[in-house]
C-alpha cells in the first residue's frame, strides 16, 4: 500500500508541473508572467521550455554571408582610415558573434578560366605579394592561417554536383583575402582560429555565372561557414592613379555603388535578375574596367538564397567604393 501511494503521489505532481507548464504557457497567463510576483516562476517555466527544443530547433540558423571591400595593401597600415574599425567590427562580429565552423572566401584577386573554379586544398601555405611600389615592409607581411584539405574537397564536390568544373590547387593567400582580414581578424587581437579556405572566380565578367557559383556553396551556411566575398564595390585604379588619390568622389562612384546597393537590397526573388541590370549600367564600366573585384558581391549574394542583403557600411573615395554587405542575420 505504501508504494502504491508513493507512485500516486509522484503521478500527482508530475500531472501537476505539466498542468501548471501548460497554463503558463497559454495567452491568459501573460499578465501573470509578466508580474513581480512571478519572476522566480517564470525563470523555471522559460528553462523547461528551453529544454523542451529540439536540436533542430538549435541548429536552423543559418550563418551569414559577407562582402568585404577590402582595400589595398596599405589597409592593415592605415588605422586612421574610416574602414579600419568598420572592418574590425565586422570581424568581431563574425568571431564573437557568428563563431564559424570555418570562412570559404571568393577574392577578386583569383579567377580561374572562364569555365573553371579553382579551390586551395592545401592545408598550409605562404601568403602571395600581388602588388608592387610599395615600402619593402609590406613584402614582410604576415598572416597566419590555415586551409582544411577536407573542407576544400567538399566544396570540389558541390560544384561538381553542381555541374561547375573544378580544379584542385595549391595556392597562398592574395591580399584581396590577407590585407583586409589582418584588419577584421586581428592575429593578435582577434584571430580567426578556424580554417580558411580561398576558392577562385572565373575569368568572366558574367554575373549570373558568380551568382550561379554562390548557390552552389551555399549549403555550406548549415553547418555555420561563413562564406565571404572580397572585393571592392567599386574599384577603378586607371582613374586612381590619374588623379593621385584625389578623395572627391568620381561620380561614378557614388552612382554606381548607390545602384548596386538598391539592387542587392531588393527583395531575394528579384535579387539576381536586378544586380545583373545594374552591371549592364553604362557607369558599371567606369566603376569596373574589368568586373573581377564586383563579381565576389554576386557570389556572396548567390550564397545567400532567400536571406536578405543590407548594406552595413559605404564610402565613396575618389574611384573607389567601400561598401560592406551582409546576407542574413546573425543570430543573439
Known amino acids: 500500500?505504501?508504494?502504491?501511494?508513493?507512485?500516486?503521489?509522484?503521478?500527482?505532481?508530475?500531472?501537476?508541473i505539466l498542468g501548471l507548464s501548460l497554463l503558463l504557457s497559454s495567452p491568459i497567463a501573460n499578465e501573470f508572467m509578466s508580474s513581480w510576483a512571478y519572476k522566480p516562476v517564470s525563470k523555471f517555466i522559460a528553462a523547461f521550455h528551453s529544454a523542451r527544443k529540439s536540436p533542430s530547433d538549435a541548429m536552423s540558423a543559418k550563418a551569414p554571408v559577407y562582402f568585404f571591400s577590402h582595400?589595398?595593401?596599405?589597409?592593415?597600415?592605415?588605422?586612421?582610415?574610416?574602414?579600419?574599425?568598420?572592418?574590425?567590427?565586422?570581424?568581431?562580429?563574425?568571431?564573437?558573434?557568428?563563431?564559424?565552423?570555418?570562412?570559404?572566401?571568393?577574392s577578386g584577386h583569383w579567377e580561374g578560366s572562364p569555365n573553371t573554379i579553382e579551390v586551395n586544398t592545401a592545408e598550409h601555405t605562404d601568403l602571395i605579394y600581388d602588388f608592387y611600389g610599395f615600402p619593402p615592409h609590406y613584402y614582410e607581411a604576415k598572416y597566419p592561417n590555415r586551409g582544411s584539405p577536407e573542407l576544400a574537397n567538399k566544396i570540389i564536390g558541390l560544384l561538381t554536383d553542381a555541374g561547375i568544373k573544378t580544379?584542385?590547387?595549391?595556392?597562398?593567400?592574395?591580399?584581396?583575402?590577407w590585407s583586409?582580414?589582418?584588419?577584421?581578424?586581428?592575429?593578435?587581437?582577434?584571430?580567426?582560429?578556424?580554417?580558411?579556405?580561398?576558392?577562385?572566380?572565373?575569368?568572366?565578367?558574367?554575373?549570373?555565372l558568380h551568382y550561379r557559383l554562390g548557390q552552389a556553396v551555399a549549403s555550406l551556411r548549415d553547418e555555420n561557414i561563413v562564406i565571404i566575398g572580397a572585393g571592392m564595390s567599386v574599384h577603378n585604379l586607371r582613374d586612381m592613379f590619374k588623379?593621385?588619390?584625389?578623395?572627391?568622389?568620381?561620380p561614378y562612384t557614388v552612382s554606381f555603388d548607390e545602384a548596386l546597393k538598391e539592387a542587392t537590397e531588393v527583395a531575394p526573388a528579384q535579387r539576381q535578375e536586378r544586380m545583373a541590370e545594374a552591371a549592364r549600367r553604362?557607369?558599371?564600366?567606369q566603376a569596373h574596367p574589368w568586373m573581377d573585384h564586383l563579381m565576389p558581391v554576386y557570389v556572396a549574394a548567390g550564397a545567400a538564397g532567400e536571406d536578405q542583403g543590407k548594406r552595413t557600411w559605404t564610402l565613396h573615395e575618389g574611384s573607389m567604393g567601400w561598401s560592406q554587405y551582409r546576407f542574413g542575420n546573425v543570430s543573439a
Open 180 to 208: 583586409g582580414f589582418h584588419v577584421a581578424f586581428d592575429p593578435k587581437e582577434n584571430p580567426l582560429n578556424v580554417p580558411l579556405v580561398q576558392v577562385s572566380l572565373y575569368h568572366s565578367e558574367d554575373p549570373d
Open 1 to 16: 500500500m505504501a508504494i502504491r501511494a508513493s507512485f500516486r503521489s509522484l503521478l500527482i505532481a508530475s500531472l501537476g
Open 71 to 106: 582595400g589595398g595593401p596599405n589597409v592593415m597600415y592605415e588605422t586612421k582610415h574610416p574602414v579600419f574599425p568598420v572592418l574590425q567590427k565586422i570581424g568581431k562580429e563574425i568571431t564573437q558573434k557568428v563563431k564559424p565552423k570555418a570562412i570559404v572566401v571568393f
Open 243 to 250: 588623379t593621385r588619390g584625389d578623395p572627391r568622389p568620381m
Open 167 to 177: 580544379k584542385a590547387v595549391t595556392r597562398g593567400l592574395d591580399h584581396g583575402v
Open 282 to 285: 553604362p557607369d558599371a564600366r
